[in-house]
């Protein structure tokens, strides 16, 4: 193949996280407006190049109460910050159908490097002949490197809110003709 233009289908898509909670379960909430370019080569990932971008008060964890603590000032501060971004520097092919795609993402003003272990889906066409391709991609990142340091001690050891957020990225992408 070659390398071409994909734009992420929304639709058929998830940006995900989760956090434990209290030291003893992991809460998951998800982003529901984001939006996101890819070049890539189906045979060659080391070409991959994305840029993403997520509004962060569309951020829900099913509780309304929690979601705005979250977007509060003490987490994501969304009236400030409201977008979360990345931008790939490099893909590395570390597999059949796996590679490890580096780059910035910046959440609440703070931009670090992070590395989405990434499984590629393979392609299909949807009905309308469109060609789709799928990918699974997970990262862990430590909260308190992005500025997001709101927490609380428990009184039996132990924090209210674990530091590290696991995310996991459902993507479905378009070739854009």
């Not at 070049?39 to 190049?49: H, L, Q, Y």
């Not at 989405?116 to 060609?131: C, I, S, V």
Request: proline share 3%; hydrophobic share 35%.
């Amino acid at each position: 193949m070659s390398i071409a233009n994909w734009q992420v289908d929304p639709d058929h898509s998830c940006v995900e996280f989760s956090v434990t909670h209290l030291m003893i379960n992991r809460i998951k909430g998800v982003f529901e407006r984001f939006q996101a370019n890819l070049r890539f080569d189906p045979d060659d990932f080391a070409t991959t190049v994305i840029q993403a971008s997520i509004d962060a008060d569309s951020m829900t964890t099913r509780q309304p109460q929690r979601d705005a603590h979250l977007k509060s000032e003490e987490f994501f501060h969304v009236t400030k910050y409201p977008d979360i971004t990345f931008q790939s520097i490099g893909c590395a092919q570390v597999g059949e159908r796996q590679c490890e795609l580096t780059g910035n993402l910046t959440l609440h003003g703070i931009t670090r490097l992070i590395t989405f272990h990434t499984t590629f889906g393979g392609l299909n066409k949807d009905p309308r002949g469109r060609e789709r391709a799928g990918f699974l991609s997970k990262a862990s990142i430590d909260r308190s490197d992005f500025g997001l340091s709101f927490n609380s001690p428990l009184e039996t050891g132990g924090i209210v809110v674990a530091n590290e957020v696991k995310i996991a990225l459902y993507i479905e992408a378009i070739k854009v003709e």
